[in-house]
């Protein structure tokens, strides 16, 4: 192998570029050549590559999004967008192909290697919905950024005894609303692994009154419903009266944590590490604090489940 490329795809995540950084240092350590694509495969399909240096990744370890940009395609999901990005990676005499990003760039990445082309997957995406690894690059940050605002919310909602809803990103995922609520000593949590019940949320609530409780936190994923739509059910079914916050993209950006800079320079550098010992279409996980590889659809193929004993933390903490 003589010359490895790296790209981005999918959401950002906090620590993308302290991924990029660890690639591109590591391979460069190990006598090879690095070029990054940047805005993911739409730029690989428009050989939109640049070299990256040592002094080009410099002072990007802390920075938040991703210097090489991100981007969705969707010229890339079709058969012949996988045949033309091999032709651009050949143009390019790449050897082998680093995607850092979620399940659906490694699907993307798995479509490269079924062709016969060398990749590896780095897990980055703020949802940490990936099987196969117990932390994805960008989680731990994203939790720490909607804990904050969570914190600043408790401060009005008991001032004014008062019933929040703040809703979390994550569609399909409920790992960040759970990590959050119980971070923040939430009233309840929803995630869109668990089936919704109005009527067994507005009796909590209702017990929670009668307990005593002045105001109460609902941290909710977004893939549950919209935090509005929770507060017109809330008001039809049980009168309540509930203030909304959205987090939105605020959650994908800033500087990463340290876990998160500390896992994606592992990471990264493992990556290359494996890529020169011939292993082909895996990814780099880390399971109990220790860095592993794996095939790529173990990303998507079983689904990543929730810490129930989590789950039943928010209820038996918030009595
Ligand atoms: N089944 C698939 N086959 C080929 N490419 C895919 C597939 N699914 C996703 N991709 C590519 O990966 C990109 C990023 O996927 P997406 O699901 O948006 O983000 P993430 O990787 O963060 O989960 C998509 O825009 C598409 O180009
Ligand atoms: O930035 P967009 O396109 O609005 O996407 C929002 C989605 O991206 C995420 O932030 C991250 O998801 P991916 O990592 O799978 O791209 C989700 O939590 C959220 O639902
Ligand atoms: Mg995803």
Redesign the pocket.
Known sequence: MKRIAVLT???D?PGMNAAIRAVTRSAIYRGLDVIGFRR???GLLDGDGVPLTKSSVGGIIHRGGTMLR????????RPE??NEAISRLREYDIDGLVVV???????????LHEQGFPVAGIP??I?N?IAGTDSTIGFDTACNTALQSVEKLRDTASSHDRLFIVEVMGRSAGFLALEVAVASGAECVLVPEVPFHLEHLCEKLHYAKQRGKTHSMIILAEGVMSANQLASRLKDTGGYEARITVLGHVQRGGSPSSFDAVLASRMGASAVEMLLEGQRGFMVGYVNQQLTSCPLPTAWESKKPLNHEMMALVEALSI
């Open positions: 795809s999918g959401g995540s993911g495969y739409e991100t981007a969705r395609s969707d010229r890339f999901r967008g996988i990003g979620g399940d659906g760039s490694f699907r993307g990445a798995w479509a980055g995406t949802d919905d």
